[in-house]
Nanobody
Framework: QVQLVESGGGLVQAGGSLRLSCAAS????????MGWYRQAPGKERELVAT???????RYGDSVKGRFTISRDNARNTMYLQMNSLKPEDTAVYYC???????????WGQGTQVTVSS
């Protein structure tokens, strides 16, 4: 199995930046793709960004041009660089992994990002 642990959340003022990290451990060779999702209070979980094993990326419309997803395969770590943060970016951010083997997908525990106006 693969374990995913997020870090890097916190409180930042609007216009500021944060970098989230998601460290993978365990059967990391089985990882097909990884991504970030977020969930604000009272809202459904939504896609932030994904990155495939080949490096292809996809972004949610609300973060395009402001957030950048990347992977360091040697460190088994995924990053989300968040710039020009807005209060509406406030949410719990979850790391997600897709694997070749069971359980085929899993979530990290989440990290809180709060952007003050």
């Amino acid at each position: 199995q693969v374990q995913l642990v997020e870090s890097g959340g916190g409180l930042v003022q609007a216009g500021g930046s944060l970098r989230l990290s998601c460290a993978a451990s365990g059967s990391t060779a089985s990882i097909v793709a990884m991504g970030w999702y977020r969930q604000a209070p009272g809202k459904e979980r939504e896609l932030v960004a994904t990155i495939s094993s080949g490096g292809g990326t996809r972004y949610g419309d609300s973060v395009k041009g402001r957030f950048t997803i990347s992977r360091d395969n040697a460190r088994n770590t995924m990053y989300l660089q968040m710039n020009s943060l807005k209060p509406e970016d406030t949410a719990v951010y979850y790391c997600h992994g897709v694997f070749k083997v069971s359980p085929f997908a899993s979530w990290g525990q989440g990290t809180q990002v709060t952007v003050s106006s």
